[in-house]
């Protein structure tokens, strides 16, 4: 039952999409009607990895979570934390899909400050440290550093100046 119809279920509304455009008059507004649902996926998916993972097909649930990497703020976030929780839990499917976190997380640790100021800088900020605590999560597994794509990208991070300090204040925060 768990594994046929629920998890089937959460793996639909993991990447469920039900976006719509409001007119507000001179405006238009996009309101995600599933981003609530996509939330309560990845905290089902991530509490069964936890106390139930035999239910779970992990690997068919990879690509699910490279699309969430390239969701909205929230998801982002909360599936760094449930990669970073699958690094020593299952790490085989993670290095397997390493590839296909490269492009999501680049534009995440990648992501633009333009005008922001104050805690809009720092949620940016913590944004940014949230996707290279992923990629050295990722990169520290064995194999990972075999996949092209992925050792590519981690290398071109390293040696970027820009995210030098985020990538020691990443280090401090693990020391």
């Not at 690509?63 to 969701?71: E, S, T």
């Not at 100021?117 to 944004?127: C, I, M």
């Amino acid at each position: 039952l768990m594994k046929d119809q629920i998890i089937a279920q959460i793996y639909d509304l993991a990447q469920l999409n039900l976006e719509r455009k409001v007119d507000l008059g001179p405006f238009k507004h996009t309101v995600d009607d599933a981003l609530p649902l996509r939330k309560a996926a990845l905290s089902v998916f991530a509490t069964c990895l936890e106390k139930c993972p035999s239910s779970l097909d992990i690997s068919s649930f990879m690509p699910v979570m490279a699309k969430a990497l390239a969701d909205v703020e929230d998801i982002q976030l909360q599936a760094h934390q449930v990669i970073i929780s699958m690094c020593s839990r299952h790490p085989i499917p993670v290095v397997a899909a390493a590839d296909s976190f490269v492009e999501p997380l680049d534009k995440t640790v990648n992501k633009k400050k333009g005008t922001k100021t104050g805690t809009e800088l720092e949620r940016v900020y913590e944004w940014i440290k949230s996707g290279l605590r992923v990629m050295i999560a990722v990169s520290m597994l064995d194999g990972a550093m075999n996949n092209r794509k992925f050792a590519d990208f981690v290398h071109r991070i390293q040696n970027s100046s820009k995210h030098e300090p985020f990538l020691k204040a990443v280090e401090e925060e693990r020391n």
